[in-house]
């Protein structure tokens, strides 16, 4: 699984240009069409953010033309600080921080003087020098300046800050705090197919490293892939699905995306991704047992690794292949195509798979009855288990989870808190409400207090207004432990000793209350009766009642005792009334 998140991961940094490639020539149109020097020198700018960083060059000569363009207009130092910060794009593009921060950070002050919002485009990239140099804590401080002061109706400015800095926090394993600004990028940018696509597929990254695969698969399932033309961001997009139904352990879906990856890279004659969705095919019919047509797919992925630079590519091939030759029993064969693949997890880069290799080799020499090469791999296995980088990247992963589980923790602590809040305040807006109302009894009786009819009738409006406050009062219950219900959740109580069991509508166990049935009765809607000493039941919820027992909606048989049968039928008569 290490091997196929690293695939993605290369997959994703190559294909997103195929998502987000720039118009080159629609730009040099506009270049040339330009009505006025402004126009143009705005488009340059453009167009010098889209050339490729090969060409850094032509960016710093472009910074040139667009300075020197400002000694014949009326408003010179637009055009230097258009001219910094292409010039800061140019040392940005050869690899030259130090000289490209100093530009955008001149360029971002000229612009906001000028009050021009080409300022957030120059702290955009200054912030992505940052990231790219490590200063993470930089980075988040200006993509929040960007947020905070960029114009609300200035919708690129803000997905970039959003989308950019939840890129920084996935870094430094904020996971919680990603996922809420790619939230963000999503509300602001949600028509955009190619975005929604890419914000997906990083998203449910996260959640694949969390191991939380329900959760990526949400996620994922917010794009409409099937309506995509045939790009190589599609044939990612099944690949990821493909994975993380395989973390699911449900192999045949995986094994179906896997498919639909590979016909899309094979009709678009990607070799990048023919190569990875054939491998990830193979793999998983080998995990299933179904090895019948794997002979004629190794031939197509030994056909694809010439064609493909991507080192990953022939380690896969050759461990996957000693992983069938294993199966068929060819242990000789099986042996040297690990052993091939040992020698290509020598590349730094490729180094995380070694234990997988070793593994293979340890269960081979095993099988093999060779005890003491299969020590001497269990001992490589160790060491390479304890390597710092692997320690550290399981330290920073367990951390980042820890940490996003408490993140969602104090969101719900936080939300709990409002919902008690908001009960309170319904709850003394009730007492307001039932002191008027009993004032307003208080000064009806009083004025009426010499008319015999007038009393007479004064009883029965206090007699119903008593009971619709006491609906009211009662519709919320507050148990001792102070937690709060809903008379209306309340299925049944239970009493069991010293405690109180609450079954609910909404939840699978029953809430505990240190309390007594008489005690709560007597908070508790009309429409609740005792029905035996140790049970309390709501009229609404019971579905069939006998002579000794009664049937609740959820199922539930209780028992009815001879000292409360009078006591339950007496209110049943009056609930239907």
Same mark, same amino acid.
Do not use: C
């Given at each position: 699984m %290490?091997?196929?998140?690293?695939?993605?991961?290369?997959?994703?940094?190559?294909?997103?240009?195929?998502? +987000?490639?720039?118009?080159?020539?629609?730009?040099?149109?506009?270049?040339?069409?330009?009505?006025?020097?402004?126009?143009?020198?705005?488009?340059?700018?453009?167009?010098?953010?889209?050339?490729?960083?090969?060409?850094? +060059?032509?960016?710093?000569?472009?910074s040139d033309s667009i300075s020197r363009m400002g000694n014949q207009e009326?408003?010179?130092? @637009? @055009?230097?600080?258009?001219?910094?910060?292409?010039?800061?794009?140019?040392?940005?593009?050869?690899?030259?921080?130090?000289?490209?921060?100093?530009?955008?950070?001149?360029?971002?002050?000229?612009?906001?003087?000028?009050?021009?919002?080409?300022?957030?485009?120059?702290?955009? @990239?200054?912030?992505?020098?940052?990231?790219?140099?490590?200063? %993470?804590?930089?980075?988040?401080?200006?993509?929040?300046?960007? &947020?905070?002061?960029?114009?609300?109706?200035?919708?690129?400015? %803000?997905?970039?800050?959003?989308?950019?800095?939840?890129?920084v926090y996935r870094h430094t394993g904020d996971?919680?705090?990603?996922?809420?600004?790619?939230?963000?990028v999503y509300q602001l940018d949600s028509t955009n197919a190619f975005g929604v696509l890419q914000l997906s597929m990083n998203a449910s990254r996260i959640y694949t490293q969390l191991e939380m695969p329900d959760e990526a698969l949400k996620v994922m399932r917010k794009v409409t892939i099937d309506t995509f033309p045939k790009i190589p961001p599609k044939g990612v997009f099944y690949h990821n699905l493909g994975n993380i139904y395989k973390d699911k352990n449900q192999l045949d879906s995986a094994l179906i995306y896997y498919k639909k990856a590979f016909a899309?890279?094979?009709?678009?004659?990607?070799?990048?991704? +023919?190569?990875?969705?054939?491998?990830?095919?193979?793999?998983?019919?080998?995990?299933?047992?179904?090895?019948?047509? &794997?002979?004629? &797919?190794?031939?197509?992925?030994?056909?694809?690794?010439?064609?493909?630079?991507?080192?990953?590519?022939?380690?896969?091939?050759?461990?996957?292949?000693? %992983?069938?030759?294993?199966?068929?029993?060819?242990?000789?064969?099986?042996?040297?195509?690990f052993k091939k693949a040992l020698g290509y997890s020598n590349n730094p880069r490729l180094s995380h798979i070694k234990p997988q290799i070793y593994g293979e080799l340890i269960d081979l020499y095993n099988t093999k009855n060779d005890s003491n090469t299969a020590k001497l791999y269990i001992d490589s296995l160790n060491i390479s288990q304890n390597n710092p980088a692997t320690l550290r990247k399981e330290q920073f992963e367990a951390e980042a989870k820890a940490k996003y589980l408490l993140a969602i923790k104090e969101r719900d602590i936080m939300e709990k808190e409002k919902q008690v809040?908001?009960?309170?305040?319904?709850?003394?807006? &009730?007492?307001?409400?039932?002191?008027?109302?009993?004032?307003?009894? @208080?000064?009806?009786?009083?004025?009426?207090?010499?008319?015999?009819?007038?009393?007479?009738? +004064?009883?029965?409006?206090?007699?119903?207004?008593?009971?619709?406050?006491?609906?009211?009062?009662?519709?919320?219950?507050?148990?001792?432990?102070?937690?709060?219900?809903?008379?209306?959740?309340?299925?049944?109580?239970?009493?069991?000793g010293h405690y109180l069991e609450f079954a609910l509508k909404s939840k699978k166990n029953p809430e505990l209350d240190r309390n007594r049935l008489k005690d709560v009765l007597g908070k508790l809607p009309n429409y609740f009766v005792q029905i035996h000493r140790s049970y309390i039941i709501n009229l609404k919820e019971v579905k069939i009642k006998y002579a000794n027992k009664v049937v609740m909606k959820d199922g539930e048989e209780l028992p009815v005792s001879r000292t409360y049968k009078s006591q339950l039928d007496e209110a049943i008569s009056k609930f239907k009334d």
């Amino acid at each position: 699984m %290490r091997s196929l998140t690293f695939i993605t991961l290369f997959l994703l940094a190559n294909v997103s240009v195929f998502a +987000q490639r720039p118009d080159f020539k629609k730009l040099k149109i506009d270049i040339a069409s330009a009505e006025t020097s402004e126009a143009r020198a705005r488009t340059m700018a453009d167009y010098a953010v889209a050339i490729p960083s090969n060409q850094h +060059q032509e960016v710093l000569e472009l910074s040139d033309s667009i300075s020197r363009m400002g000694n014949q207009e009326s408003n010179p130092d @637009f @055009f230097l600080a258009l001219g910094e910060f292409t010039k800061g794009i140019g040392y940005y593009r050869s690899q030259d921080f130090k000289q490209s921060k100093s530009y955008l950070k001149e360029s971002a002050r000229l612009f906001r003087k000028l009050k021009d919002p080409f300022e957030f485009k120059a702290l955009n @990239f200054l912030a992505i020098i940052y990231t790219r140099s490590s200063q %993470r804590d930089s980075a988040i401080y200006v993509y929040n300046e960007i &947020l905070e002061r960029a114009d609300p109706l200035d919708k690129s400015a %803000r997905i970039k800050a959003h989308g950019n800095i939840s890129n920084v926090y996935r870094h430094t394993g904020d996971y919680y705090k990603a996922i809420s600004h790619m939230d963000k990028v999503y509300q602001l940018d949600s028509t955009n197919a190619f975005g929604v696509l890419q914000l997906s597929m990083n998203a449910s990254r996260i959640y694949t490293q969390l191991e939380m695969p329900d959760e990526a698969l949400k996620v994922m399932r917010k794009v409409t892939i099937d309506t995509f033309p045939k790009i190589p961001p599609k044939g990612v997009f099944y690949h990821n699905l493909g994975n993380i139904y395989k973390d699911k352990n449900q192999l045949d879906s995986a094994l179906i995306y896997y498919k639909k990856a590979f016909a899309n890279s094979s009709a678009i004659n990607y070799t990048p991704l +023919q190569a990875t969705d054939v491998s990830n095919i193979i793999e998983t019919l080998i995990a299933i047992d179904s090895l019948d047509t &794997l002979e004629e &797919l190794f031939r197509d992925m030994d056909g694809f690794l010439p064609k493909t630079k991507e080192p990953l590519a022939p380690l896969r091939y050759h461990l996957l292949l000693g %992983r069938y030759q294993a199966k068929k029993g060819q242990p000789d064969l099986a042996e040297s195509n690990f052993k091939k693949a040992l020698g290509y997890s020598n590349n730094p880069r490729l180094s995380h798979i070694k234990p997988q290799i070793y593994g293979e080799l340890i269960d081979l020499y095993n099988t093999k009855n060779d005890s003491n090469t299969a020590k001497l791999y269990i001992d490589s296995l160790n060491i390479s288990q304890n390597n710092p980088a692997t320690l550290r990247k399981e330290q920073f992963e367990a951390e980042a989870k820890a940490k996003y589980l408490l993140a969602i923790k104090e969101r719900d602590i936080m939300e709990k808190e409002k919902q008690v809040t908001s009960f309170n305040v319904q709850r003394w807006a &009730l007492f307001a409400v039932a002191f008027i109302l009993l004032l307003g009894v @208080f000064f009806y009786f009083r004025n009426y207090r010499k008319s015999a009819s007038g009393l007479e009738k +004064q009883k029965d409006a206090n007699e119903a207004l008593s009971k619709k406050i006491e609906r009211q009062h009662t519709t919320i219950v507050e148990l001792k432990s102070k937690a709060i219900l809903e008379a209306e959740e309340i299925i049944f109580i239970k009493s069991d000793g010293h405690y109180l069991e609450f079954a609910l509508k909404s939840k699978k166990n029953p809430e505990l209350d240190r309390n007594r049935l008489k005690d709560v009765l007597g908070k508790l809607p009309n429409y609740f009766v005792q029905i035996h000493r140790s049970y309390i039941i709501n009229l609404k919820e019971v579905k069939i009642k006998y002579a000794n027992k009664v049937v609740m909606k959820d199922g539930e048989e209780l028992p009815v005792s001879r000292t409360y049968k009078s006591q339950l039928d007496e209110a049943i008569s009056k609930f239907k009334d």
